[in-house]
């Protein structure tokens, strides 16, 4: 009988516990890195986790990187955000904020910048059946949806 209550209690205690190390893991899938293509560029995203738990994308590399006319890195010159124009086109940040909901399966709640545009919008992300990341940034519901294949 001893045994069946210790038991017991040790699954009152470690299931919460798995459970939630369950639900970390599944929102922790989109941690990783990304090849994209949008609007004539391809690049490599980096997805990671900040330390308050959301979600943060970060351009890594662009392919077509160079100014042509100055030889320099390009910079984010379309930002609204006239502090962040000089921000290397490698360390732009794509999104932010974006915290994992469990009930729909999905990241949302986030930012997405759009430095092609110079625009920011809403954003949720969820996974395809194909291993693809959609990532769809909307403003007042008109939207356009971009797939992040993992690296």
Request: aromatic fraction near 8%; charged fraction near 25%.
């Amino acid at each position: 009988m001893k045994q069946i209550t210790i038991l017991l209690l040790t699954t009152l205690f470690l299931c919460p516990a798995m459970a939630q190390n369950s639900k970390n893991s599944r929102a922790d899938a989109i941690v990783g890195t990304y090849r994209v293509e949008h609007a004539g560029q391809q690049s490599k995203v980096r997805v990671y986790k900040e330390k308050n738990g959301d979600y943060t994308a970060q351009c890594i590399w662009l392919r077509d990187s160079i100014d042509s006319a100055t030889g320099k890195l390009i910079t984010d010159s379309k930002n609204p955000d006239k502090s962040l124009r000089n921000t290397p086109c490698n360390r732009i940040i794509i999104f932010r904020n974006m915290q994992y909901n469990s009930k729909k399966q999905r990241w949302e709640d986030g930012k997405i910048y759009d430095p092609t545009r110079g625009i920011v919008a809403n954003c949720t992300c969820e996974f395809l059946q194909d291993g693809r990341l959609k990532v769809r940034g909307s403003i007042l519901g008109i939207g356009e949806s971009v797939y992040w294949q993992p690296l």
